[in-house]
């Protein structure tokens, strides 16, 4: 999202724009869904050996970042995934991986951060609970500590929409423990573990898959837990921002591409001898959608700077884009399905990928009406404090 200016920087674009180009094009999304799968595990390998997985995790612990802000470069990878709908656990184990990393003791973890960066391991964050919004430090899950040997935690509830649940090897489980449910907490939980249940979840999108996870007295050792009570509201409202500013980042490419087809399409396209993008109707139509889609790429790039900078902004920031894109969004691609007319709605035109994609990451991590809430306290708060001096 930012401007890609050092040669380590322009090597990495172009490395993953050409990745992307020949192994996930928009052919592959569709063969992945006619066999049913999510994605290719020795793909998503591939893919981090291009360096993806180890953006957000220091060097001493096996990472580090192309241009300094791991933030930012991960945000140019998930604008170029939006480019073709790439499949992929991108978000999920870059969200674990953040908390791993920025834990008071990370090193307690490293085997696992190892085996998440080669792309061995996968890994999701299940947070969002059914029949529930989002609130993330609000979770019904809990963890009560055990008095076996040895000496651990028994969680019991359940997860749902967790992304690439069922193909994953552990969760990073969000619950509530502590004296009468004080505390939250975030949990290693193997997915092969006794008491785990995963039951997958149809999604709009044709190879983002989601699952529901119950857990039934599952049994997990006391160095399963990531990071402690005390730290563990910050490192969720971190790992929150960052699957936000991804989604926004990632939609972001995929309104430019949808846009710039649909641009060339009505160009091409001509009626009464005239192309259509010559109709002052549909330049009016273009111009409100070029509008739009620049407000969506200035509110993500404001967005990913003041989370990869830990401004005490950067929760606000995050709400604004997701909030805005998240509206936005589907307005734009819709207007596009409109302008190619009757073939914007077959199976065989491409845009019903994108729109899938994008209406699904509508609902994910808050929408527009739980950010606009979020933005609305916020400012609520600031203005209080203003006036109170």
Request: proline content about 5%; overall charge negative.
């Amino acid at each position: 999202m930012t401007a890609v200016d050092s040669p380590e920087k322009i090597l990495f674009a172009s490395t993953t724009q050409a990745f992307l180009h020949k192994e996930a094009p928009l052919r592959r999304v569709r063969e992945l869904h006619a066999d049913g799968q999510s994605f290719d595990r020795a793909w998503w390998r591939r893919a981090a050996e291009l360096g993806w997985t180890a953006l957000l995790v220091p060097e001493e612990l096996g990472g580090g970042s192309v241009s300094g802000s791991g933030v930012e470069d991960l945000a140019m990878v998930a604008e170029q995934l939006g480019k073709t709908v790439a499949p992929g656990p991108l978000y999920p184990v870059s969200v674990v991986l953040s908390a791993l990393a920025e834990c008071a003791d990370p090193h307690s973890h490293a085997d696992t951060i190892e085996s998440l960066i080669s792309g061995e391991t996968v890994a999701s964050w299940a947070v969002c609970e059914p029949g529930r919004g989002w609130a993330p430090l609000d979770p019904s899950v809990t963890a009560t500590e055990t008095t076996e040997t040895p000496a651990g935690y028994r969680i019991h509830g359940s997860k749902d929409r967790v992304e690439a649940g069922a193909q994953s090897d552990v969760l990073l489980v969000v619950a509530r423990c502590g004296p009468h449910g004080s505390e939250v907490r975030q949990f290693l939980v193997p997915t092969d573990a006794p008491g785990v249940r995963i039951t997958p979840q149809q999604s709009v999108d044709l190879v983002k898959q989601y699952a529901r996870v119950d857990f039934d007295g599952v049994v997990v050792p006391r160095s399963a837990a990531v990071g402690g009570a005390a730290e563990t509201a910050a490192l969720i409202e971190r790992q929150s921002r960052l699957a936000q500013v991804l989604q926004c980042a990632e939609v972001v490419g995929i309104l430019q591409t949808v846009f710039d087809f649909t641009v060339q399409w009505a160009l091409d396209r001509h009626t009464f001898g005239r192309p259509l993008a010559s109709y002052q109707v549909l330049k009016h139509g273009f111009a409100d959608m070029k509008l739009w889609l620049e407000a969506c790429r200035a509110t993500t790039a404001a967005a990913v700077a003041d989370l990869a900078a830990r401004s005490p902004n950067a929760g606000l920031s995050a709400s604004i884009a997701k909030s805005y894109v998240g509206e936005m969004a589907g307005r734009i691609v819709q207007a596009c399905v409109q302008m190619h007319g009757g073939i914007g709605v077959t199976w065989e035109h491409d845009l019903h990928l994108y729109l899938r994609r994008v209406t699904l990451y509508r609902a994910m991590f808050g929408t527009p009406e739980e950010h606009n809430l979020r933005v609305y306290a916020a400012e609520k708060a600031a203005r209080s404090t203003t006036n109170a001096r």
